[in-house]
């Protein structure tokens, strides 16, 4: 079985920072791309950012220059790292990936990871 486990959330202050990680286990045969998206209260969920297994990154406009995605393929992590954080960052984060599984039958799943909560706070 392949899941997404995600790591790294937190309370901060406001113009803090804080690291993301999250982890792909099981039988994969390889990952496409990766992202980071969020989903404040009463809001509906939104990519922050992706990256695709050749590093091409994409940001959503309010995080631009604030948050960077970065992966390790060997271990097949995604980070995000969140520089200079506001209140309105604060929400649940969740961990994205678009993987093939070594298998004949439907290879090719997108996962989810269990969110965490970054909340950010004076």
């Known amino acids: 079985q392949v899941q997404l486990v995600e790591s790294g959330g937190g309370l901060v202050q406001p113009g803090g920072s804080l690291r993301l990680s999250c982890a792909a286990s099981g039988s994969i045969f390889s990952i496409n791309a990766m992202g980071w998206y969020r989903q404040a209260p009463g809001k509906q969920r939104e990519l922050v950012a992706s990256i695709t297994n050749g590093g091409t990154t994409t940001y959503e406009d309010s995080v631009k220059g604030r948050f960077t995605i970065s992966r390790d393929n060997a271990k097949n992590t995604v980070y995000l790292q969140m520089n200079s954080l506001k209140s309105e960052d604060t929400a649940v984060y969740y961990c994205?990936?678009?993987?093939?599984?070594?298998?004949?039958?439907?290879?090719?799943?997108?996962?989810w990871g269990q969110g965490t909560q970054v909340t950010v706070s004076s």
């Open positions: 994205n990936a678009d993987l093939v599984r070594p298998t004949f039958i439907n290879p090719r799943v997108v996962l």
